[in-house]
Nanobody, 123 residues
Framework: QVHLAESGGGLVQAGGSLKLSCVGSGHIVRITTMGWFRQAPGKQREVVAG???????MYSDTVKGRFTISSDFAKHTVLLQMNRLRPEDTAVYYC?????????????????WGQGTQVTVSS
């Protein structure tokens, strides 16, 4: 079983920055896709960004140009640098890892998930 541990969430003012980190541990056979989802109160979980070991990267339209995802697949690590944060970015952010090369959608539910880290952006 893969255990994902997130860190880096917190409270920040609008326009500020935060960096989320996620490290995988446990019985890891293979991880080829890692990424971040988020869920705001009263809303469905949505994709934020994903990265694959073949170099493909995707961002949701709402964060494109403000967030940057990076990874070290050898260390089972994925980072999310979040700049120019907005109050609407407030959510619990979840790390995800998958043994297959997948394309994320908001409804994607397979793979392994972290417990989540709270990001709150004040106006």
């Amino acid at each position: 079983q893969v255990h994902l541990a997130e860190s880096g969430g917190g409270l920040v003012q609008a326009g500020g920055s935060l960096k989320l980190s996620c490290v995988g541990s446990g019985h890891i056979v293979r991880i080829t896709t890692m990424g971040w989802f988020r869920q705001a109160p009263g809303k469905q979980r949505e994709v934020v960004a994903g990265i694959r070991d073949d170099g493909r990267i995707m961002y949701s339209d709402t964060v494109k140009g403000r967030f940057t995802i990076s990874s070290d697949f050898a260390k089972h690590t994925v980072l999310l640098q979040m700049n120019r944060l907005r109050p609407e970015d407030t959510a619990v952010y979840y790390c995800h890892a998958d043994p297959e090369r997948v394309y994320y959608s908001d409804s994607y539910a397979l793979g392994s998930w972290g417990q989540g880290t709270q990001v709150t952006v004040s106006s």
